[in-house]
């Protein structure tokens, strides 16, 4: 029997809401059958930013912001219903991710915090809610990231032995594939810090296809400083996100870098673009992957891609995308956002202890219900 799930994505990037519709049957067929996406507004963008980079802002405002966010996942959902002629009772549940704004599994208080307003998303559409999915897996002494591995297992059986999943969202990510157990973590920024800097120099919220990247030279000893960062060395399980990999942070390695004023900021963007393609590569070198299906946003950034994709072509693995795995690139987080609501209303687990660092399987997420 077969059961429709709704999944909703708020990823690092913060750029807007990925609304996806899945149906999956007992066997584990997973079937996409509508998907959109809903930018922000320039200054609703801007503000989730600035609470995920810990500035000043009030309780008000933060419920504000979590409310109108809660108010922007439950109209993506309601277009899919109408779209597709489905009332909220076709529905099973909706799996939300929330937006992360502050993500600290290895403080001595661990959290992460993820806002929405589920029970709006609940009352607005009619429909079982389920979010909240970190905050079990930290408890039982996982990362609570990234929660993607499980699904990332679950749904690519059929990629071929040494295989990888690549998302490259704010912060890129690795899923070793296994047939059990499978191995995942964050490899360090993916478009955070390369979204930030142009915007900064150019006004634009990202450098399309890396065009300013590809005017900049790639300055070798900021590479080298960034890529002695201690997060780099740190051994799985890890997880980051913009409250470390930042424009502070960015700055900091900046002041160590002699003569750096004689460096144009598409210099720096290029450098940063390299980053990403290096951190990602050397996470596959170090899962001994041969073969690289690359997901995200950051698939769009055809340098990026071209960039990975030599530097990879060098240790003889091969680069590919995940829609030749049957999914497309732009929805594999929302749609594992659905799996794990199923997962979630089945009392099946969700996080997968490999990835994560957790104590064993665990059954994630609150429910809200309709």
């Not at 108010?71 to 309601?78: D, R, V």
């Not at 290029?270 to 690359?294: F, G, K, S, V």
């Amino acid at each position: 029997m077969s059961q429709l799930y709704i999944g909703l994505m708020s990823g690092t990037s913060a750029d807007g809401v990925d609304a996806i519709l899945a149906e999956i049957d007992q066997s584990g067929s997973f079937k996409l059958l509508d998907c959109l996406a809903t930018p922000y507004p320039d200054r609703f963008r801007d503000k989730l930013l600035a609470l995920a980079l810990s500035q000043q802002i009030s309780r008000t405002s933060l419920g504000e912001l979590s409310y109108q966010l809660g108010e922007q996942f439950s109209n993506a959902c309601l277009q899919l219903l109408q779209r597709n002629q489905l009332s909220s009772a076709d529905i099973c549940a909706i799996g939300s991710h929330g937006h992360t704004i502050d993500h600290a599994p290895d403080s001595e208080t661990p959290y992460s915090i993820q806002i929405g307003n589920h029970s709006l998303v609940a009352e607005r559409t009619g429909v079982t809610t389920v979010a909240d999915f970190r905050s079990r897996d930290i408890a039982a002494g996982g990362q609570g990231a990234p929660l993607v591995p499980a699904f990332h297992q679950w749904l690519f059986q059929q990629a071929p032995d040494q295989s990888a999943i690549i998302n490259i969202g704010g912060i890129s990510n690795i899923t070793a594939l296994e047939n059990v157990d499978s191995k995942g973590y964050d490899c360090g920024p993916g478009n955070c810090l390369l979204d930030s800097w142009h915007q900064r120099h150019s006004g634009e919220s990202y450098d399309k296809d890396g065009i300013s990247a590809r005017q900049g030279a790639v300055v070798q000893s900021l590479l080298k400083l960034c890529l002695n960062d201690p997060y780099f060395q740190q051994p799985a399980p890890k997880s980051t996100g913009r409250e470390y990999f930042n424009l502070d942070w960015l700055e900091a390695k900046l002041e160590q870098i002699d003569k750096i004023d004689q460096v144009n900021w598409q210099d720096i963007g290029r450098t940063l673009l390299e980053l990403t393609a290096q951190c990602i590569l050397d996470c596959a070198r170090h899962e001994q992957r041969r073969q690289l299906y690359l997901c995200g946003g950051g698939y769009h950034n055809s340098l990026l891609v071209e960039r990975i994709t030599a530097l990879a072509s060098t240790h003889h693995i091969d680069v590919d995308s995940t829609l030749s795995l049957g999914l497309d690139v732009d929805w594999v987080e929302a749609s594992a956002f659905a799996w794990l609501a199923r997962q979630t209303v089945l009392s099946l687990p969700g996080n997968l202890p490999s990835a994560t660092g957790a104590k064993g399987p665990r059954v994630l997420g609150a429910i809200y219900p309709a």
